[in-house]
């Protein structure tokens, strides 16, 4: 069973960075497309970005040239890079894995202050 635990959430001020960090266990990672997405309060859950399992990101219009998605196969682990971050990124973060199905971690909050 496939399992994602996120780390790295946080309280930072605008223009701050922070890293999310997802380790996977359970299956082969390297067949996994992984992914991050968000919740904020009374909105639905969106992609941020995600990376095919070979390696092809792909990120919403609204974090592009600010936050960098990238995975570590030797260490089953995924991470999302988040610059300049802005009160708008506020959200709880949900790591994501496809394949067979989809799996998601428990989420971590982010919060932006102005």
């Known amino acids: 069973q496939v399992q994602l635990v996120e780390s790295g959430g946080g309280l930072v001020q605008a223009g701050g960075s922070l890293r999310l960090s997802c380790s996977f266990s359970g299956s082969i990672f390297t067949l996994y497309r992984v992914g991050w997405y968000r919740q904020a309060p009374g909105k639905q859950r969106d992609l941020v970005a995600r990376?095919?399992?070979?390696?092809?990101?792909d990120y919403a219009d609204s974090v592009k040239g600010r936050f960098t998605i990238s995975r570590d196969n030797a260490k089953n682990t995924v991470y999302l890079q988040m610059n300049s971050l802005k009160p708008q990124d506020t959200a709880v973060y949900y790591c994501n894995a496809n394949y067979d199905n989809d799996y998601w971690g428990q989420g971590t909050q982010v919060t932006v202050s102005s």
């Open positions: 990376m095919t399992n070979r390696g092809t990101p």
